[in-house]
């Protein structure tokens, strides 16, 4: 069975950072690209950032970029989002997802999410 599960989030000021991790199961974790989605109250999910099975590759939404780094554990199956600098519209519940069309940044392609991790920034 394929399973996410995200965890690292919390209330931080801002300013602040945040750590927030992915344990995949159930599937090749190696072999897929993953991504970071987030969905704000009242809002749609905004896609955040994909790496590609490798690691060698990253994109980020202009929204986080230059405050956000997205990484990947093969051995121990796990993504990573390191978040700074964080910001009161950061304010959101964070997911993790597979990309399992290779290459993706869109959220429609995205498949196998967690449950989440709500991540609050407080002034």
């Known amino acids: 069975v394929t399973q996410l599960v995200e965890s690292g989030g919390g209330s931080v000021q801002t300013g602040g950072s945040l750590r927030l991790s992915c344990i995949a199961s159930?599937?090749?974790?190696?072999?897929?690209?993953m991504s970071w989605a987030r969905q704000a109250p009242g809002k749609g999910g905004e896609w955040i950032s994909t790496?590609?099975?490798?690691?060698?590759?990253?994109e980020y939404a202009d929204s986080v970029k230059g405050r956000s780094t997205i990484s990947r554990g093969d051995a121990k199956t796990t993504l990573y989002r390191q978040m700074d600098n964080l910001k009161a519209e950061d304010t959101a519940m964070y997911y993790c997802?597979?990309?399992?069309?290779?290459?993706?940044?869109?959220?429609?392609?995205?498949?196998?999410w967690g449950q989440g991790t709500q991540v609050t920034v407080v002034s």
């Open positions: 997802a597979v990309v399992l069309t290779g290459w993706s940044t869109r959220i429609g392609d995205f498949r196998y």
């Open positions: 159930g599937f090749p974790f190696s072999l897929y690209a």
């Open positions: 790496i590609t099975p490798n690691g060698g590759r990253t």
